[in-house]
């Protein structure tokens, strides 16, 4: 009864950057935490970036220092800056929120494809 609608993905060149968003909609009561996955091809999926209430972020290792999730919770959206891009990035990012009942709901998922 959540949906999540996913924008921002594309094409570009190492070094780069780009924004994914997300925004939720439905039978939202309150979200508490928000963040992105990615699963790139013959990997398992894996996880990139949350971001709780009230702010409080946590990013994986290899997001560190390049990637800045962010969220506007009057929209109910959920942002991922992605800046220093490499070839590794490349996956479809998939975003999620976890609800206060701690049902998990996850968008359609968004190529990123980073190649010279």
């Known amino acids: 009864q959540v949906q999540l609608m996913e924008s921002g993905g594309g094409l570009e060149q190492p070094g780069g950057s780009l924004r994914l968003s997300c925004a939720a909609s439905g039978n939202i009561f309150r979200i508490n935490d928000m963040g992105w996955y990615r699963q790139a091809p013959g990997k398992e999926r894996e996880w990139v970036a949350v971001i709780n209430s009230v702010g409080s972020t946590n990013y994986a290792d290899s997001a560190k220092g390049r990637f800045t999730i962010s969220r506007d919770n009057a929209k109910n959206t959920v942002f991922l800056q992605m800046n220093s891009l490499r070839p590794e990035d490349t996956a479809v990012y998939s975003c999620?929120?976890?609800?206060?009942?701690?049902?998990?709901?996850w968008g359609q998922g968004t190529q990123v494809t980073v190649s010279s």
């Open positions: 999620y929120v976890i609800l206060t009942n701690a049902r998990t709901y």
